[in-house]
């Protein structure tokens, strides 16, 4: 293997393991909202599990998908912004532990992270054309588990927030 392909596979399985991190940073911030603020029912529940299976999803498959060129189309962003976007959830998780958000709040956060670089690449992926069919295994996968934003937006509207 060519150094350049190498250093080129090392980078994107780095930007993958930050796109893992946030994935399960944001689940476990989730699951802090279904903890902790009252009234919301399993809606945080339901984001945190599927937070969760899309970290284990870009764990088990992309782990084994060696198509740089199909990878640097998602992942596009630099190393930088993915560590800003983990750091940032992990400010606010720790913003929340001090003092518990608002129902109003706590959306309005996971409606900006949900925007933000690393979990739009996985929104991507999951709906991106692909021919390899690890990436179609995963998109079946997690046909349910997507459209976060939209998810969030519908849960605002129903609860009255803008």
């Known amino acids: ?17 930050e796109c893992i991190a946030i994935e399960l940073n944001v689940g476990n911030l989730y699951l802090f909202f279904y903890n902790n603020i009252p009234h919301s029912g399993d809606f945080w529940w339901q984001l945190s599990i599927e937070e969760g299976n899309h ?21 596009f962003s630099e190393m930088e912004e993915l560590k800003k976007t983990n750091t940032y959830i992990k400010k ?11 129902l109003e709040e706590a959306c309005k956060t996971a409606l900006k992270l949900e925007g933000m670089v690393g979990e739009q690449h996985y929104q991507t992926l999951v709906t991106i054309s692909s021919e390899s069919p690890l ?4 998109q079946k996968l997690n046909s349910s588990d997507k459209n976060h934003m939209d998810r969030i937006a519908e849960y605002m509207k129903g609860h009255g927030i803008e």
Not at 92 to 102: F, N, V
Request: charged share 30%; aromatic share 10%.
């Open 1 to 17: 293997m060519a150094k350049d392909t190498h250093n080129h596979l090392e980078i994107i399985d780095n930007l993958l393991e």
């Open 55 to 75: 970290a284990a999803l870009l764990k088990g498959y992309l782990g084994k998908i060696r198509e740089k060129d199909f990878l640097s189309k998602i992942f």
């Open 92 to 102: 606010l998780y720790k913003k929340y532990q001090e003092k518990i958000p608002s």
């Open 135 to 138: 990436i179609q295994i995963m």
